[in-house]
Nanobody, 122 residues
Framework: QVHLVESGGGLVQPGGSLRLSCAAS????????MGWYRQAPGKERELVAT???????NYADSVKDRFTISRDNAKNTVYLQMNSLKPEDTAVYYC????????????????WGQGTQVTVSS
């Protein structure tokens, strides 16, 4: 069982910054790729950024040069630093763990957090 808990969302003015955190708990040996996705009202969930255990990153074009994803493998935690926020960044942000290795050599695929609301508004 992999349990993901996000934190750090809130209300911020355009041009402001927020830092999201997502901690994975449970008996976890390792997690392959972790990432952030978001879903705005009336829209489908979309990829924001991902990072592998080796540190390779991937970003949506809409957030490149504004958002930075990072992780602490020892803590099974992933972060999203969001700068120069825009109203169109308003969404519920979800953390994802692609593949986790747990005791017994088992793999747990596609774990999601409960989401944290980010609202960018003046």
């Amino acid at each position: 069982q992999v349990h993901l808990v996000e934190s750090g969302g809130g209300l911020v003015q355009p041009g402001g910054s927020l830092r999201l955190s997502c901690a994975a708990s449970g008996s976890i040996f390792s997690i392959n790729t972790m990432g952030w996705y978001r879903q705005a009202p009336g829209k489908e969930r979309e990829l924001v950024a991902t990072i592998t255990s080796g540190g390779s990153t991937n970003y949506a074009d809409s957030v490149k040069d504004r958002f930075t994803i990072s992780r602490d493998n020892a803590k099974n935690t992933v972060y999203l630093q969001m700068n120069s926020l825009k109203p169109e960044d308003t969404a519920v942000y979800y953390c994802n763990a692609d593949r986790a290795v747990v005791p017994g050599g088992l793999r747990v695929y596609g774990s999601w957090g409960q989401g944290t609301q980010v609202t960018v508004s003046s």
